[in-house]
């Protein structure tokens, strides 16, 4: 059974960090591009980034130099770290998988995906 979880989501103050992981079990996590999302109350789920199963990185123009993504395959575990947060990054975030070398942003191109956590950024 194929299962992604995400972590570490939680409440955090305006131009603080935190770092969110994804843990894969039940498919060849090695192997695939993993990639973040977000979706707030009302909005179309965002892209954020994707890593690919060699390491490549491509983010979103509305994230880029704030977040890192990141990988341990040994692990089976994806990062995202998330710097100088904003209260417009309240959202829940989701990671997702696919088998494709390249899926890119398109979120219909990933075929797992965990159930997703909570983010808010609130003084």
């Known amino acids: 059974q194929v299962e992604l979880v995400e972590s570490g989501g939680g409440l955090v103050q305006p131009g603080g960090s935190l770092?969110?992981?994804?843990?894969?079990?039940?498919?060849?996590?090695?192997?695939?591009?993993?990639?973040?999302?977000?979706?707030?109350?009302?909005?179309?789920?965002?892209?954020l980034s994707l890593i690919t199963s060699t390491g490549g990185t491509?983010?979103?123009?509305?994230?880029?130099?704030?977040?890192?993504?990141?990988?341990d395959n040994a692990k089976d575990t994806a990062f995202l770290q998330m710097?100088?947060?904003?209260?417009?990054?309240?959202?829940?975030?989701?990671?997702?998988?696919?088998?494709s070398a390249y899926p890119g942003p398109n979120a219909a191109a990933y075929n797992y995906w965990g159930?997703?956590?909570?983010?808010?950024?609130?003084?």
Do not use: M
């Open 83 to 99: 710097n100088s947060l904003k209260s417009e990054d309240t959202s829940v975030y989701y990671c997702a998988t696919s088998p």
């Open 19 to 47: 770092t969110l992981s994804c843990t894969a079990s039940g498919h060849i996590f090695s192997t695939s591009t993993v990639a973040w999302f977000r979706q707030a109350p009302g909005r179309e789920r965002e892209f």
């Open 115 to 123: 159930p997703g956590t909570q983010v808010t950024v609130s003084s």
């Open 58 to 71: 491509y983010s979103a123009d509305s994230v880029k130099g704030r977040f890192i993504i990141s990988r």
